[in-house]
């Protein structure tokens, strides 16, 4: 199965589905006008996309229906997805790896997805001829470090850890000393899953932010915060939550293959103007995917 057919199968399989709201107001279309407008903006709504951004969608849905006298469904349709495709394109979603070494640090919840991505993005990277060194900075349980340690060796990528209950930030100093050591490419930094309200967690992230914004002050930086793609409206507390203590970057969303509640994506895009850089679409190393509007927009409508 390939990567769109997972896409989509994921996106379709809840019975509360984007997909499937979205279809209705086109399965009971009629003609474009007011009503059939006000249905649907009341379906993206309720897709999770966010009240503002559901409107701003359907404005200009509106201005484009008028401007290019749309009357047919799949026209609708067509001119629906351009528009989500325009929010999501709205920003930049390359990866700025340009230095060397440069650092990766991945933050979010716990049970997110984090060190399977950081297992998945090192094996891109390898892929791309790159060295590439993970931090085990998830101290908090010593399973934590094994999960990381197998991800470095089926990616083959190095790893720098330390005991359990190991203070995180000078795990992230040794491994910015070894980056530099064995002159590796990227540095990408595996963190616990700190929840939003242990205040702790979130020092101890910013302690980690210290250091490597000391430790590599001249470098490319990309902080990426996973978000598990089936939570839907909690997602975005999270991600309110992260941009408040640290500058993020970008965000992977994963689990796509799941019961996704994909069009949460375009809210939080479109309202806190981060792009989307990766999709994990599975639990295998080739399970992800670089984010592509297009391919995006065709599965959840
Ligand atoms: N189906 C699916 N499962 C995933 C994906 N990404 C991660 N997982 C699973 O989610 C669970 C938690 O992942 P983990 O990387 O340990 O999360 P962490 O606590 O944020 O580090 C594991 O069982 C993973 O196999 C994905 O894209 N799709
Ligand atoms: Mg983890």
């Known amino acids: 199965m390939g990567f769109f057919d997972k896409l989509k199968k994921g996106l379709g399989k809840t019975k509360t589905s984007f997909d499937e709201k979205i279809n ?15 249905e649907l903006e009341e379906a993206l709504i309720m897709s999770d996309i966010g009240v503002d951004t559901s409107i701003k969608i359907i404005e200009n849905l509106r201005k484009k229906i008028k401007k290019e006298n749309i009357k047919d469904d799949e026209e609708v349709k067509e001119a629906l997805r351009n528009e989500m495709k325009i929010m999501l394109d709205e920003i930049d979603n390359s990866l700025h790896l340009e230095t060397k070494p440069s650092v990766i640090l991945v933050v979010g919840v716990n049970g997110v997805g984090k060190t399977t991505s950081i297992g998945k993005v090192a094996n891109r990277l390898k892929k791309d001829g790159k060295k590439v060194v993970v931090a085990a900075a998830d101290t908090f349980r010593a399973a934590a470090v094994e999960q990381l340690e197998i991800w470095s060796k089926r990616s083959g990528a190095e790893i720098v850890k330390r005991k359990e209950g190991s203070d995180p930030a000078s795990v992230v100093y040794d491994a910015i000393k070894k980056t530099k050591e064995i002159d590796a490419d990227v540095l990408i930094v595996d963190t616990a899953g700190r929840l939003h309200n242990k205040q702790y967690l979130m020092d101890e992230l910013r302690k980690i932010k210290k250091v490597i914004d000391k430790e590599m002050q001249e470098y490319s930086q990309e902080i990426l915060l996973v978000i598990d793609g089936t939570t839907g409206q909690n997602a975005i507390s999270q991600v309110k939550a992260f941009k408040q203590e640290t500058d993020v970057t970008g965000l992977i969303l994963t689990k796509l293959d ?3 509640k994909g069009g949460v994506v375009i809210g939080i895009v479109q309202e806190n103007k981060i792009p989307v850089k990766f999709i994990g679409v599975g639990e295998q190393i080739d399970d992800m995917e670089i984010f592509n509007s297009e391919d995006f927009v065709r599965a959840i409508i």
């Open 258 to 260: 799941g019961t996704a």
């Open 24 to 38: 209705n107001v086109f399965s009971n279309f009629k003609k474009v006008d007011e009503e059939f407008l006000e």
